[in-house]
């Protein structure tokens, strides 16, 4: 379960954050902070503080007191930070603390291809970020959680050479955390399902822009429930389908029959005494 939250967090906001975590204790929990850690000021990228005004009060109101939050992720501060913070609050929970914000860092216009587009000076420093993003991978089975740091622009891990600042010194973007997805269980239920399967295709037509189109569906069997969706393609290569519809035909008495979304049943119509066929 993920719950995010902007700039600038009110006490209000905090508080309902802190509710969805107490709604759901049997779900691992991560907070999306856009304000959370300022970075650290440490070679590896350990021991990050809080960043003013959201990370202490977000840390006493939300992270402090849930057993369930696992992870924040935040970013708004140049740079990046790492904590691994055990036993957290009464129930004594592990809590890992990332901010990685890379807005800053800068390439070079020959790196980006603007020398001649842009008119800038290869040597010439840009704020691009480097285009660098973090990627996360969760081991349940050895409760580790792989962390790396990547930029499709460049083709290349770890963003600390594009630092402008140059404090850390490469461990701080690529490495692997301790982190608790076990000691709690995940469940999922609902109401109903419905599962289909796309045997054929019932037609094809041609219309042109606003038009209608329609297909007749021949020798449907009756008494039985029949699903269907279109997909609809462009000259220009686009193509969109729809969300599949359910319908039951009339039985061989010509009643007819009617899916029902609220259960996971068919509802039958007809004379009183004639029992309801099995869904």
Same mark, same amino acid.
């Given at each position: ?91 004594? /929970? $592990? ?8 807005? *800053?860092? +800068? ?5 980006? =291809?603007? @020398? ?47 630092d402008t600042n140059h404090r850390y010194d490469g461990t701080e973007d690529n490495m692997v955390l301790p982190i608790d997805l076990n000691s709690r269980r995940t469940t999922f239920a609902t109401d109903s399902v419905a599962l289909y399967n796309p045997v054929g295709t019932v037609g094809r037509t041609k219309i042109r822009s606003g038009e ?5 569906? /021949? $020798? ?8 269907? *969706?279109? +997909? ?5 290569? =686009?193509? @969109? ?39």
């Amino acid at each position: 379960m993920v719950v995010g939250l902007s700039y600038g967090v009110t006490r209000e906001e905090a508080e309902w954050a802190d509710s969805i975590f107490k709604r759901f204790p049997e779900r691992n929990g991560i907070l999306l902070s856009h304000d959370y850690l300022a970075p650290s000021s440490n070679p590896d990228g350990r021991g990050a503080p809080f960043s003013a005004p959201d990370g202490s009060m977000l840390y006493k109101t939300v992270v402090q007191d849930n057993p369930n939050v696992f992870l924040i992720l935040a970013g708004h501060e140049h740079g990046v930070g790492t904590n691994v913070k055990p036993k957290v609050g009464e129930i004594s /929970h $592990d809590v890992v603390e990332l901010l990685a914000d890379y807005q *800053f860092y +800068t390439v070079s216009a020959d790196r980006l =291809g603007l @020398t001649e587009i842009g008119g800038y000076k290869p040597d010439d420093q840009l704020q691009f970020g480097a285009s660098f993003f973090r990627m996360l991978q969760f081991d349940v089975a050895r409760s580790e959680l792989t962390v790396d740091t990547y930029s499709p622009l460049l083709d290349e891990f770890g963003a600390t050479e594009y630092d402008t600042n140059h404090r850390y010194d490469g461990t701080e973007d690529n490495m692997v955390l301790p982190i608790d997805l076990n000691s709690r269980r995940t469940t999922f239920a609902t109401d109903s399902v419905a599962l289909y399967n796309p045997v054929g295709t019932v037609g094809r037509t041609k219309i042109r822009s606003g038009e209608v189109a329609s297909v007749t569906w /021949h $020798d449907l069997k009756p008494g039985s429930t029949h699903a269907w *969706f279109v +997909t609809a393609r462009s000259a220009g290569g =686009g193509v @969109t389908a729809s969300e599949p519809s359910v319908f039951v035909t009339k039985d061989a008495q010509g009643h007819p029959g009617k899916w029902n979304a609220d259960t996971p049943y068919y509802e039958w119509f007809g004379p009183a005494e004639e029992p309801a066929p099995a869904g």
